[in-house]
């Protein structure tokens, strides 16, 4: 702050008006009163402008893109303009199952669900011209198989779900199923793109040929995962795991543009 801001900040003149531009790509942005140089307390009137083609993003499913707190004075007034894009972390593809080693199909691992984008405690606008959606989930992993004859088994191993759209490489495809006949990994969900399921694997014995079920692809931003699909499986069925859920758009719904929360440009999840 200037030396006449003070100065008219000192007198009671005026309020402080400050605007900080979000330039640059980053993860779990803080919007508190810390941002502020030379912040006064109540005569304080902010704003935040993400700027075009910049991403907030997230770290982790447990945490948000961008979160207002709770520092601020009441009468101050606090304002986002979003041109960029806010979106949560990507949640992890399940890890395809493994050599069920005893004659009977096995269940894929479960996807994890997307992560949310913003976090909202108190009283503000929000500007967007641009996109703010939760992450998208992870898929399925798909299940292993067993063909037996006479005693001879082969036994196979599901593909890894896909991982979920977020912000970067920030998700994880699921792992590959471990044992005879393996399966492949998912792929890691890039930006607003999901990653793919891996195949399962294949394995033939007298029995017939068994084959693992293919990882489900993970979800779109704030959208969930998809489960696994095909396989053959001579000795029963196979079994897809759960999916992820897509992550919320918005926490503290009541309190953003006067509780119509965030509206205009492109959204996805949900606003609570």
């Keep these: 702050m200037s030396a006449i801001q003070q100065l008219l900040v000192a007198k009671g003149a005026g309020r402080l008006a400050v605007t900080i531009t979000i330039s640059a790509s980053t993860q779990n942005y803080l919007a508190n009163t810390a941002k502020v140089s030379g912040y006064q307390s109540g005569k304080t009137d902010v704003t935040f402008t993400i700027n075009n083609a910049v991403v907030v993003g997230s770290a982790s499913a447990g945490s948000y893109a961008f979160t207002v707190d ?14 960029g894009t806010v979106i949560g972390f990507g949640g992890t593809g399940g890890a395809g ?34 996109g703010v959606a939760g992450g998208g989930g992870g898929g399925g992993a798909g299940g292993g198989a067993a063909s037996s004859f006479d005693g001879s088994a082969s036994y196979v191993t599901g593909g890894g779900g896909g991982g979920g759209g977020g912000q970067g490489n920030s998700s994880s495809g699921g792992a590959r199923g471990t044992g005879t006949g393996n399966g492949t990994a998912g792929s890691p969900g890039s930006g607003s793109s999901a990653g793919n399921g891996g195949a399962g694997g294949s394995a033939t014995n007298v029995g017939g040929t068994a084959t693992g079920m293919t990882g489900g692809a993970g979800g779109a931003l704030a959208s969930s995962g998809s489960v696994a699909t095909g396989g053959n499986f001579p000795d029963g069925i196979g079994f897809t795991g759960t999916v992820g859920a897509g992550g919320a758009c918005l926490v503290g719904k009541s309190f953003v543009n006067a509780g119509a929360g965030i509206t205009g440009g492109t959204t996805g999840g949900g606003q609570t």
């Design 70 to 83: 709770t520092s601020w004075d009441a009468a101050d007034t606090v304002a986002v303009i979003n041109n």
């Design 97 to 130: 199952a493994t050599n069920p080693g005893n004659g009977s199909d096995t269940t894929g691992g479960n996807g994890t669900s997307g992560g949310p984008a913003v976090s909202v405690g108190r009283a503000i606008t929000w500007t967007n011209t641009s």
